[in-house]
């Protein structure tokens, strides 16, 4: 199968960091990769939501957030670039809504594959954490590689 355009959803987390390797390793050199970054968008970090009106310096926390995930993300670009010859867009989103937003990005990107790690959460845990691989897989209208911790 070849795949000229993937878009790889992460959050930094070590799941993500795992689909973008498992996934650079099944593509060609040149091949284009987009990389996305979902924030919600009151969140100041991955362990930080605040809810309700916010102050100026709050507003500034939270650019500065944004910004360190586009630093971030212009690191993995360059790297993946560098060890790959890929083509690598890289770009922080804020929605509210995880999942649709990764789907838009690719249809948008015309990316022909989504990739996204996912922990695997399965039954009641998944209802009360939640799963953004499984809104990808409900939402895509093109394929998915799910890359799951073992």
Not at 20 to 42: I, M
Not at 94 to 108: E, K, L, S
Not at 124 to 143: E, T, Y
Request: glycine share 6%; aromatic share 4%.
């Amino acid at each position: 199968m070849a795949v000229g355009s993937v878009l790889i959803a992460t959050d930094f987390s070590r799941l993500a960091a795992a689909a973008v390797t498992y996934t650079s390793r099944l593509l060609p050199s040149g091949a284009r990769l987009h990389l996305l970054n979902v924030q919600h968008p009151q969140a100041l970090s991955p362990a930080d939501y605040r809810v309700g009106p916010w102050s100026p310096a709050a507003r500034a926390e939270h650019r500065r957030h944004l910004a360190d995930c586009q630093r971030r993300l212009d690191q993995l670009a360059a790297r993946l670039t560098r060890a790959h010859g890929f083509r690598v867009s890289a770009a922080v989103m804020v929605d509210w809504q995880v999942a649709p937003a990764i789907c838009a990005t690719a249809r948008r990107k015309r990316a022909a594959l989504i990739a996204v790690g996912s922990h695997g959460n399965t039954g009641l845990k998944s209802v009360f954490l939640g799963s953004v691989a499984q809104g990808v897989l409900n939402c895509a209208d093109r394929p998915v590689l799910v890359v799951r911790h073992r």
